[in-house]
């Protein structure tokens, strides 16, 4: 069975530049997170989803951040007009109905410089 | 608010050793925590689990963790390291109120090196 897959691995953006990160979940899995885990800290829930309806965003900085999951399988995230501040790696991870294990990608490094 | 704390950012240990990873956690309610590790360059995998009920959980690879709601701590433990173990682990406590739930608060996270 594949894994939660995503795309791209690596990415380097100067301030102000957009950039987009894809995410295919585990076949079957209904729940996408999205967490954002900057160097040496934990992960850090940014969004999920139920299907493709948007359960909890409350920590997604909604003025540069934006996730959908517009057919309930695939997911992007994209940040528009990106800072120094966003360095991080972007974590999607998937699951069956929000109550079981988390399964989750390798996870895109970005670097904002 | 919820939170976990794992006190020791970096711990050392003798391949072979015994190793035991501190969290502690705050949670209104009934707690369900997790033991995550993270490999380099690698996603999270999970270790283990507690859901109420025993408080002494096995997980993969040798990996044990006491919940004890009086200290509010969820200690990791493992009786002989091997040099594999050398990764980051990170604690986490599920958000929701149903307890189970992909909606995790994460400590910092606790930096293994493992040496010979």
């Known amino acids: 069975e594949a894994g939660v897959t995503q795309s791209p691995r690596y990415a380097v953006l100067q301030e102000g530049q957009a950039v987009s990160f894809w995410c295919d979940p585990i076949?079957?899995?209904?729940?996408l997170y999205w967490y954002q885990q900057p160097r040496d800290q934990g992960p850090q829930l940014l969004v999920y989803?139920?299907?493709?309806?948007?359960?909890?965003n409350s920590q997604l900085p909604s003025d540069r951040f934006s996730a959908v999951r517009p057919k309930g399988t695939n997911s992007t995230l994209k940040i528009q007009s990106a800072k120094q501040g966003d360095t991080a790696t972007y974590l999607c991870?998937?699951?069956?109905?929000?109550?079981?294990?988390?399964?989750f990608g390798k996870g895109t490094r970005l670097t904002v410089v | 608010a919820q939170s976990v704390t794992q006190p020791d950012a970096r711990v050392t240990v003798s391949e072979g050793a015994s190793l035991q990873l501190r969290c502690k956690y705050s949670?209104?309610?009934?707690?369900?925590l997790f033991w995550y590790v993270q490999y380099p360059r690698q996603g999270l995998q999970l270790l283990l689990k507690?859901?109420?009920?025993?408080?002494v959980v096995q997980g993969v690879n040798g990996f044990e963790a006491e919940f004890s709601k009086s200290n509010s701590s969820f200690h990791l433990r493992k009786a002989s390291v091997h040099w594999s173990d050398w990764a980051v682990y990170f604690c986490?406590?599920?958000?929701?109120?149903?307890?189970?739930?992909?909606?995790?608060?994460f400590g910092e996270g606790t930096q293994v090196t493992v040496i010979s």
């Open positions: 991870a998937s699951s069956i109905q929000a109550n079981t294990e988390v399964f």
């Open positions: 076949s079957g899995h209904d729940t």
């Open positions: 989803f139920r299907d493709e309806a948007v359960i909890d």
């Open positions: 949670y209104f309610g009934t707690p369900y």
């Open positions: 507690y859901y109420p009920g025993d408080p």
């Open positions: 986490a406590v599920s958000m929701n109120t149903g307890g189970l739930s992909g909606k995790l608060t």
